[in-house]
C-alpha cells in the first residue's frame, strides 16, 4: 500500500505538510512529479522558470535518494497520470500541497473530486503560505484591499506551530516502470541563453536554507537601510526559492525568532513585511482571480494606452537599449541573471506603463518570461501596484522619474556602470542622465550618444504630462 506525494510547487522536504501527512499513512511514499505545463496556461512557466524547475527537481531527486526514496516523474494529463499511478503502486492516498494561481485551483479541485469519487482518501495541504488567502478578512468577511491593514489583522497571529525538519530517512519506493528521466522534461534551453542564470544561481532546497541563514545572519540588520540600493545586495534574493518552495515563509519566520525573537520589531520588521507583502499578493490573487489580466480598479479598463505605435519602445525597453540608464540597467540585469531589484522593477515598470502608456499587461507577460521568480500572485500585484490600477496602488500621478530615483538609490552609479559598461566611465553627475552631459565630458568617457548608447528614446517630462492627462480622462 502506498500514499502517493504529489510534488508541485513544494519541491522541498523541511516544513512539507503533504510530506508528512503521506508518512503518517504508515504506508510507502512515493514522490510524484507530474509536468503538465498546459494546465497552467496561459501561465505556464516561462523559459527563466523551466531553467530553474530543471534544478530544483534535481536537487529534490537527490535529497529524496540520499533518504532512501527517489523522485517519479511523468508527463502529460495530471488526472490520468495519477490514476495510472495509483493503479501500478496500489496507492490508496494522495497528498499535495495547495496551490492558489485559479488555473491550478480549477484543475486542482477536479482532481480531488474525481480521486474521491475513485474511493481515495485525498487531501491538500497549507504549505507555502503563513495564511490561507480565506483565513484573513475584514470584519464584514469582504478581502482586504490595503496592505496596513491586511498586515495589522496578521501579525495579530504570526505565532505558527513550529516547522517540521525534513525527516532523515523515507521509504523505500519501488524503481518507476513508466517514468521518465528529467532530462526528457527539455526545461533546458536548447539555444543555451542560460549562463548568466548558471552563474547568478544555485536553485534547491539546501541553497534556499543556506542562503536564508546567510542573510539573517550577516545582512538582515542592514536590510532597512540598504533594501532600496541596487548596486549593493541588500535583500535575501530568495524570492525564486520561495515561489518554487524549496524554502517555506514558516522557516523564514522560525529562523528569524530564532535568531533575534520578536518578528514586528527591527531588525527584522522591514523584512518580515516583505514577507507579508507576498501573503497581500495571493490573497488578492485568490479573491480577484481576474487580475492577472485585468486591472483590479475597474475604470482602468478604459485607460487610454496607445500600444498599437509602440511596438519598438517595447522592444527598446525590452532590450536594455531606452537611453534610460537606470531602466537599461535593470532590463539587462532581468535578461541576464533573471532577477531585478524590487527598486528597479518599480522604475521600469513606471516607465513602460506611465511615460510610453504601454499596457501594464505587456510588461508582466515579458517579466514572466524572463524572472527565475515570476510568481503569478507578486507579478500581478506589483505590476497593477506600479501602473495605478491595483489594490492599494501608488496614486497614479505619482510617475517614477528614473534620474531622480538613480540620484537617491545609485548616488554613484554603482549599478548602472555595472549593467551599462559603455556608461562606466562617466562621472557620478552624469551617469544617470548622459545625454545631458557635455560633449567633452561624453568623448573623455567614450560615450556616443546615439552610437554607443541610445538617445532617450522618450521625453522624461513630456510624457509624464500626456500620462497624468491619460489619466483625467478615466478618473471619474
Ligand atoms: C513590477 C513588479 C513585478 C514583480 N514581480 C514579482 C514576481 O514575479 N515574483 C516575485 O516573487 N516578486 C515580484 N515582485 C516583488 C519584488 O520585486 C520581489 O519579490 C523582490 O524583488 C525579490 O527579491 P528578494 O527576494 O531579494 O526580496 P526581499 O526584499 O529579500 O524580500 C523577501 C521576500 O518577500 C517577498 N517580497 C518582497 N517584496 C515583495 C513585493 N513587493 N511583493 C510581493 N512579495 C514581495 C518575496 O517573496 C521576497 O523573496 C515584483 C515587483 C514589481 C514592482
Known amino acids: 500500500m502506498t500514499a502517493i506525494l504529489w510534488l508541485r510547487r513544494d519541491l522541498r522536504l523541511d516544513d512539507n505538510p503533504a510530506l508528512m501527512a503521506a508518512l503518517d499513512s504508515d504506508q510507502g511514499v512515493l514522490p510524484l512529479y507530474i509536468h503538465a505545463p498546459n494546465e497552467e496556461a496561459p501561465w505556464a512557466p516561462g523559459g527563466a522558470s523551466q531553467w530553474w524547475l530543471h534544478g530544483s527537481l534535481r536537487s529534490l531527486d537527490e535529497a529524496l535518494r540520499q533518504r532512501g526514496s527517489r523522485l517519479r516523474i511523468e508527463r502529460g ?10 493503479a501500478e503502486s496500489s496507492a490508496t492516498e494522495v497528498h499535495w500541497n495547495r496551490l492558489y494561481d485559479p488555473e491550478a485551483r480549477a484543475r486542482d479541485a477536479r482532481i480531488k473530486q474525481a480521486l474521491r469519487a475513485d474511493g481515495l482518501r485525498c487531501e491538500s495541504h497549507k504549505a507555502s503560505l503563513l495564511f490561507e488567502p480565506w483565513e484573513i478578512t475584514k470584519s464584514d468577511g469582504q478581502p482586504y484591499r490595503v496592505f496596513s491593514a491586511f498586515w495589522r489583522a496578521c501579525v495579530k497571529s504570526l505565532a505558527h506551530p513550529r516547522p517540521v525538519a525534513a525527516p532523515a530517512r523515507l521509504p523505500a519506493t519501488a524503481p518507476p516502470s513508466g517514468a521518465i528521466a528529467l532530462d ?32 539573517l545572519h550577516a545582512q538582515v540588520e542592514d536590510y532597512k537601510a540598504a533594501r532600496d540600493l541596487p548596486g549593493v545586495v541588500g535583500t535575501s534574493r530568495l ?26 520589531s527591527e531588525p527584522v520588521e522591514s523584512f518580515v513585511r516583505e514577507i507579508g507583502w507576498r501573503e497581500f499578493a495571493y490573497h488578492l490573487l485568490y479573491h480577484f482571480p481576474q487580475t492577472p489580466t485585468e486591472p483590479l480598479e475597474a475604470r482602468f479598463a478604459d485607460f487610454p494606452w496607445s500600444s498599437a505605435e509602440n511596438q519598438g519602445a517595447l522592444d527598446a525597453w525590452q532590450r536594455g537599449q531606452t537611453g534610460i540608464p537606470l531602466v537599461d540597467a535593470g532590463m539587462r540585469e532581468l535578461w541576464h541573471s533573471g532577477w531585478m531589484h ?135
Open 239 to 264: 524570492s525564486p526559492y520561495l515561489h518554487f518552495g524549496e524554502i517555506s515563509p514558516r522557516r523564514i519566520l522560525a529562523l528569524v525568532m530564532d535568531a533575534f525573537g520578536d518578528p514586528t
Open 77 to 86: 494529463d495530471s488526472l490520468a497520470v495519477l490514476r495510472r499511478v495509483i
Open 184 to 215: 526528457d522534461l527539455q526545461l533546458l534551453p536548447r539555444i543555451r541563453w542560460d549562463q548568466g542564470l548558471q552563474s547568478s544561481w544555485q536553485p534547491g532546497e539546501p541553497a534556499a536554507l543556506a542562503l536564508a541563514e546567510r542573510f
Open 342 to 476: 524590487n527598486r528597479v522593477r518599480m522604475v521600469v515598470a513606471s516607465l513602460l506603463t506611465k511615460n510610453l502608456l504601454i499596457p501594464w499587461q505587456a510588461g508582466a507577460r515579458w517579466f514572466w518570461d524572463t524572472l527565475v521568480d515570476a510568481d503569478l500572485a507578486s507579478n500581478t500585484q506589483g505590476w497593477q501596484w506600479t501602473a495605478g490600477c491595483g489594490a492599494d496602488a501608488a496614486p497614479y500621478f505619482r510617475v517614477f522619474n528614473p534620474i531622480r530615483q538613480g540620484e537617491r538609490f545609485d548616488p554613484q552609479g554603482s549599478y548602472v556602470r555595472r549593467w551599462c559598461p559603455e556608461l562606466a566611465r562617466l562621472p557620478d553627475s552624469h551617469i544617470h542622465q548622459p545625454w545631458a552631459a557635455p560633449q567633452p565630458t561624453l568623448r573623455a568617457a567614450g560615450v556616443s550618444i546615439g552610437g554607443n548608447y541610445p538617445a532617450p528614446i522618450v521625453d522624461l517630462a513630456a510624457s509624464r504630462l500626456r500620462a497624468l492627462a491619460a489619466y483625467e480622462r478615466i478618473k471619474g
